[in-house]
């Protein structure tokens, strides 16, 4: 099967950090461009980082921007999302997602039909 799988979820404190792994199963991650969402309840799902497949170019919501840090590593075949300084709001179902192209759209980084493969998701509770 070609299929995402997300790891790393949990409960953490505010202000504690989490790092997140997607892995895919019987296909390479080189070629895609991998973007990071998030769901949380009652609520529609929302971008969170993207990453093009030779991580020459970033992007990152303005909620998250410096304190989340998207990565990918060719050689283990996997993407990270590394979350530091967690708040509350940052709860929610956090889903990784792969393109079928290098590059996303830089005029909408999360337009969500440029992404194809998508994981089941990791449940991320930020609650003191």
């Known amino acids: 099967q070609l299929q995402l799988v997300e790891s790393g979820g949990g409960l953490v404190q505010p202000g504690g950090s989490l790092r997140l792994s997607c892995t895919p199963s019987e296909f390479t991650l080189d070629y895609f461009a991998i973007a990071w969402f998030r769901q949380a309840p009652g609520k529609e799902r929302e971008g969170v980082s993207c990453?093009?497949?030779?991580?020459?170019?970033?992007h990152y919501s303005d909620s998250v921007k410096g304190r989340f840090t998207i990565s990918r590593d060719s050689a283990k075949n996997t993407a990270y999302l590394q979350m530091n300084s967690l708040k509350p709001e940052d709860t929610a179902v956090y889903y990784c997602a792969a393109s079928l192209s290098n590059y996303y759209n830089d005029y909408d980084p999360f337009l969500l039909s440029q992404y194809y493969y998508w994981g089941p998701g990791t449940q991320v509770t930020v609650s003191s």
């Open positions: 990453i093009s497949a030779s991580s020459d170019r970033l």
